[in-house]
């Protein structure tokens, strides 16, 4: 089923009326991914892959992004999540793993609404499958500081961010 972003935004697990084929953010990873591989593995059930769209051309991809479980050893949790999330000795997870934007609608905060469904799905299915942190992998300093600004909180040493799963229920709808 959708879920609404806005008035005319829509959000949907990616289907064969998704035209991928024009989509182009100007990453080329990312790009291809969504052409090449991200049929596949929604197929596969190995990624959950959402488009943003808008309902007069539901068939255009503005943005997607994609989700999958992951664990993450306790020692990678920065101290100051590590009250946050299980003692255990690898913490179950929930990762962004890819969040792209069209070139010719970036700039319209779009970025922002494909993050927010995001954290709102990973929180809405943290429960039923166990989940205590959202993690991205950033591909560059812009997009650390992307997920920065929206409460993720950086592994030393790298471009991975984790927010724990209390907080992403608390950025919902900010």
């Given at each position: 089923?959708?879920?609404?972003?806005?008035?005319?935004?829509r959000?949907?697990l990616?289907?064969?009326?998704?035209?991928?084929?024009?989509?182009?953010?100007?990453?080329?990873?990312?790009?291809?991914?969504?052409?090449?591989?991200?049929?596949?593995?929604?197929r596969?059930?190995?990624?959950?892959?959402?488009?943003l769209?808008?309902?007069?051309?539901?068939e255009?991809?503005?943005?997607?992004?994609?989700?999958?479980?992951?664990?993450?050893?306790?020692g990678?949790?920065?101290?100051?999540?590590?009250?946050?999330?299980?003692?255990?000795?690898l913490v179950?997870?929930t990762?962004?793993?890819?969040?792209?934007?069209?070139k010719?609608?970036?700039?319209?905060?779009?970025g922002?609404?494909?993050?927010?469904?995001?954290?709102?799905?990973?929180?809405?299915?943290a429960?039923?499958?166990?989940?205590?942190?959202?993690?991205?992998?950033?591909?560059?300093?812009?997009?650390?500081?992307?997920?920065?600004?929206?409460?993720f909180?950086?592994l030393?040493?790298?471009?991975?961010?984790?927010?724990?799963?209390?907080?992403?229920?608390?950025?919902?709808?900010?």
């Open positions: 089923m959708a879920k609404q972003a806005s008035a005319d935004l959000i949907d990616l289907a064969e009326r998704h035209d991928r084929r024009r989509f182009s953010c100007g990453v080329e990873s990312l790009d291809r991914y969504l052409k090449t591989q991200a049929g596949q593995d929604v596969r059930r190995a990624n959950a892959v959402f488009v769209t808008v309902a007069v051309k539901p255009r991809v503005l943005g997607y992004y994609a989700l999958c479980a992951m664990t993450v050893s306790q990678e949790v920065p101290q100051a999540a590590r009250k946050l999330i299980p003692r255990y000795p179950s997870a990762l962004i793993g890819r969040l792209a934007v069209a010719d609608h970036q700039g319209q905060r779009l922002a609404v494909l993050l927010a469904d995001a954290l709102q799905r990973a929180f809405a299915s429960g039923t499958v166990g989940s205590s942190m959202v993690v991205v992998d950033a591909l560059d300093e812009a997009a650390a500081g992307f997920y920065a600004a929206h409460g909180i950086r030393p040493d790298s471009r991975r961010l984790i927010l724990p799963m209390v907080r992403a229920g608390g950025a919902i709808g900010k």
